[in-house]
């Protein structure tokens, strides 16, 4: 690694050694990472990489590069070092309060802005439970603008970060910001919603020991293990459904992929909802479910 400070280095240079070092780290995606460290570096885009491929980095660029790319063959998420990740075509603020916004949970969100066009709600309302970085909150106040929302979450400093995407998105108008614990009180002032979303903590004290480690060892563990079989969470969004659904209101929640599907659906429709609706990802994974009740 000493090397790299050794002679001058140009993008091009550092692209190539720099891919073949994390590749050896065992990166998944080294060119892909490689490039997002050098956009961060450079404050360029991908293709201005590309068509200045010769230009060369001062000191000062590669030695933050090289900060940055210790950090990341060490382990650390590419998101947490740079401090932002996409969502929905946004750029989110993160650090390691919160949860990496994730490409699969986008699915929740293009399903509900499908639903926001097929039902006649007036000024609908939407609350998302446990919104960490506020991904899903902001991007539905972003792309369904004329909706209100709630964002609501036990730690103060993922709520903070939420602030910061929302004012970064120009939505805050837009978004309450509520600190609460949904396990321990059953007192919304802003109920009833049309609509409740939550990417909730549901890995299983088990599973959570076969997840990666990068996930392991950087995501905040309270935000990805509730205890128990993980189930902890759907089981009282099915309590409060009374207290934060509007009659003809829809739960939507993400779950952990095909084997926790049976498990969530047999909690909803055992508790009176009879309209069930799995979400698929990209992957043909079960990565959701809309729950609500028939009205005649």
């Not at 095909?258 to 609706?277: H, P, R």
Request: hydrophobic share 40%.
């Amino acid at each position: 690694m000493e090397t790299i400070s050794q002679k001058t280095w140009r993008v091009i240079d550092v692209l190539k050694w720099s891919r073949e070092y994390l590749s050896q780290k065992g990166v998944e995606s080294p060119q892909v990472e490689v490039e997002w460290l050098l956009r961060e570096i450079l404050n360029c885009s991908r293709m201005d990489i590309y068509l200045n491929y010769d230009r060369p980095l001062s000191p000062a660029e590669l030695a933050d590069f090289k900060k940055m790319l210790i950090e990341r063959a060490n382990g650390k998420p590419v998101q947490y070092i740079v401090g932002k990740a996409e969502f929905m075509g946004l750029e989110m603020k993160v650090t390691p309060d919160v949860l990496i916004p994730r490409c699969d949970t986008e699915v929740i969100v293009e399903t509900i802005l499908s639903l926001l066009k097929n039902r006649k709600w007036d000024k609908p309302r939407i609350l998302d439970i446990g919104t960490g970085s506020g991904a899903i909150a902001v991007s539905l106040a972003v792309l369904a603008p004329e909706c209100s929302v709630v964002a609501c979450d036990i730690n103060p400093k993922a709520l903070e970060i939420t602030r910061e995407n929302a004012r970064k998105h120009a939505v805050s108008e837009r978004i309450e910001f509520i600190l609460q614990d949904v396990l321990k009180t059953d007192k919304f002032p802003s109920a009833p919603f049309q609509i409740v979303v939550s990417n909730p903590p549901y890995v299983s004290e088990k599973m959570y020991d076969e997840l990666p480690t990068i996930v392991r060892n950087y995501e905040p563990k309270n935000a990805l293990m509730p205890g128990g079989d993980g189930l902890k969470f759907y089981h009282r969004f099915v309590e409060l459904s009374g207290v934060l659904l509007t009659s003809n209101g829809v739960l939507a929640v993400e779950i952990g992929g095909n084997y926790q599907e049976t498990a969530v659906q047999s909690i909803f429709s055992g508790n009176g909802f009879d309209q069930l609706t799995v979400i698929k990802d990209l992957q043909g994974q079960s990565r959701g479910i809309l729950a609500e009740r028939k009205h005649e």
